[in-house]
């Protein structure tokens, strides 16, 4: 079997009026221990996930572009979710605040994810 589908929700898009420079998406993953059982694959305008063994799959198809290189990826282990923040391609027009937002999230997303990863 391909797994279980993988509750997840959209739950931040940036700005909220018009059209996104971020996307921010959570997966519930309950059960999953580490995010060395995780699979995920961005592509432009879609994601897929896959928890081994065969537990959860996901395969969204994104309302905006992405740019996969733009985008960072958190797992909490007590919460078993994992956090997938996406650039949109819509992202230049309010560049300034944008980069500044996902610099942080970004330094965040890839400190936690070398902390994991030890």
Known sequence: ???????????LQEPI?????YLIIEIMLPGIES???LTLDVGEDRLTLHAH????FLDIELPYDVIP???????DTS???LTV???TTCGPAAEGKIERVLTIDREKFLESLRKSEK
Do not use: R
């Open 53 to 56: 063994p065969a537990k959860y």
């Open 79 to 81: 919460l078993h979710m």
């Open 35 to 37: 995010s060395a059982k």
């Open 17 to 21: 009026e018009g059209t996104p420079n």
């Open 1 to 11: 079997s391909s797994g279980i589908n993988a509750e997840y929700g959209i739950v």
């Open 85 to 87: 923040a996406l650039m």
């Open 69 to 75: 290189l733009e985008s960072g990826a958190q797992f």
